[in-house]
């Protein structure tokens, strides 16, 4: 009797989460994975992809992504999640910043709605006493997921403080992370079983550094560095852990990149009551403060050569859950500032450059294995996040979410090669060898060769967490 399916990828070197790397064929019907099978043989399928000399991966998600912050979010649904199908990420997760009442926020999903080619979902940014109220409401909407942004007080928020198109514009020192709010955010966030996402700086310390650093005259990487220190992330890592395990609170930290703040999580995880989670960004495995180009200002900075070991180091070993991109969609005339790294913005495009960062950093240069490449863009952001089994492995049942890569094609990086609307990247002339050659979201084929099927806008839906 013969079988059929929509798509037959044959000849598939699978990198199975947990399972190891499985020589099958995958068989797609109606947008999930229907079948591994051994034998392609007796199966009809619409369209047959052979995928011999490379390896299939659970399609990368994406955690941590800016967009909507300097166009609107329909149109930077589109050209984000375009760069993002470009680098084989097939579920994006988008950090929404609002002054108003989160029950305001349909009108950005009405307007998320139908405009990007990939999956998506929220994090919900609490930024005012009166949003804590509004975390029950997200949990009901399926935004299980809050962030925290303890660098905003003092007088910071001007530096980096965007909101989304349509929202009250926020004056200087109006977002105040007061310890209040904190516990309050933390406090509710446990009780619905959220996960609280940690930008974890203190913000009066990176202040004084910061003016400080300006009065002085100071410039460069290694004065953004210098001025906003890890030891500025590991004291509050280890204030909000204190708050933590009295709720017993999901606990993820965002982009983490030095050993400071690593080792801080570490010491407050061995005491225990709290889930600790730890994500880090491609940029901290490839860029140092020798980069000394002020389109790497970042917020937290860019550390050093030794720091960056140490990064690369934890994520071979386990101690890195997550790898996220702090994606920003800017552009270099706004990005550039007045040519200081005083007045630059911070952020940078990331998104497409995640998994060939990885592959031809990482697995090309044996740090790490393509295995750990799969857990930490797919396995384990989906478990964190309550998207799996739906997303982040290859079997039976699950979201046929796939990446196709292929680790001795070779690219050189280009902003046109990104598809973002931003028209920079820190990886400018950079030659990869190890890129994604097909993006397939829920059994239909986005991107195949660097090129995003036009006919695959509105493809992407909102993924409901966490999922049933």
């Not at 955690?63 to 979010?73: N, Q, R, S």
């Not at 990149?257 to 889930?275: C, H, T, W, Y």
Request: charge should be neutral.
């Amino acid at each position: 009797m013969q079988n059929s399916c929509d798509i037959l990828i044959t000849n598939a070197s699978a990198v199975i989460p947990k399972v190891g790397i499985v020589e099958t064929n995958i068989m797609i019907e109606d947008g999930k994975i229907k079948a591994l099978t051994n034998s392609p043989t007796n199966i009809s399928a619409s369209r047959k992809i052979d995928a011999h000399g490379r390896y299939v991966l659970p399609g990368a998600i994406d955690p941590h992504v800016h967009y909507g912050v300097y166009t609107p979010i329909d149109e930077a649904a589109r050209t984000e999640s375009r760069s993002a199908a470009v680098g084989g990420v097939t579920t994006m997760l988008r950090m929404l910043r609002l002054y108003e009442s989160y029950r305001n926020i349909e009108k950005q999903l009405k307007a998320s709605k139908a405009s990007h080619y990939i999956d998506y979902s929220i994090h919900a940014s609490i930024l005012r006493p009166e949003q804590v109220k509004d975390i029950p409401y997200l949990k009901e909407i399926g935004v299980n997921s809050l962030k925290i942004y303890m660098n905003l007080g003092a007088d910071l928020n001007h530096i980096y403080m965007d909101l989304e198109p349509g929202a009250h514009s926020i004056k200087d020192g109006e977002v105040d992370m007061t310890d209040e709010l904190l516990s309050s955010i933390v406090r509710e966030g446990s009780k619905v079983h959220s996960t609280i996402l940690v930008h974890a700086e203190n913000a009066a310390m990176c202040s004084e550094r910061m003016h400080r650093g300006k009065e002085k005259g100071m410039a460069g990487l290694g004065a953004w560095s210098d001025c906003r220190p890890p030891l500025s992330e590991a004291e509050s890592v280890a204030k909000v852990s204190e708050l933590g395990r009295k709720s017993g609170a999901n606990l993820y930290f965002v982009h983490i990149g030095s050993n400071a703040a690593l080792d801080a999580i570490l010491a407050q995880k061995e005491k225990g009551r709290s889930n600790y989670y730890i994500e880090t960004c491609p940029h901290y495995l490839t860029h140092t403060t020798d980069f000394n180009n002020i389109t790497g200002k970042v917020v937290p900075p860019i550390r050093s050569k030794s720091d960056r070991q140490s990064i690369w180091s934890a994520l071979r070993n386990g101690v890195i859950d997550t790898i996220g991109t702090d994606h920003v969609a800017n552009r270099l005339d706004m990005k550039m500032g007045q040519g200081d790294i005083w007045s630059a913005l911070a952020g940078f495009p990331g998104i497409a450059t995640m998994l060939p960062v990885l592959l031809s950093q990482g697995v090309n240069q044996d740090r790490i294995s393509i295995e750990r490449v799969a857990e930490v863009t797919s396995y384990n952001t989906a478990r964190i996040f309550g998207m799996y089994p739906k997303k982040g492995t290859i079997q039976q049942g699950s979201d046929a979410d796939l990446t196709i890569v292929d680790l001795k094609l070779e690219k050189t990086v280009t902003p046109e090669l990104l598809q973002s609307y931003s028209d920079y990247t820190i990886y400018d002339g950079w030659k990869m060898a190890g890129w994604p050659v097909m993006t397939i979201v829920r059994g239909n084929v986005v991107m195949e060769d660097g090129q995003v099927d036009s006919k695959a806008l509105g493809h992407g839906d909102f993924v409901h967490r966490p999922v049933s």
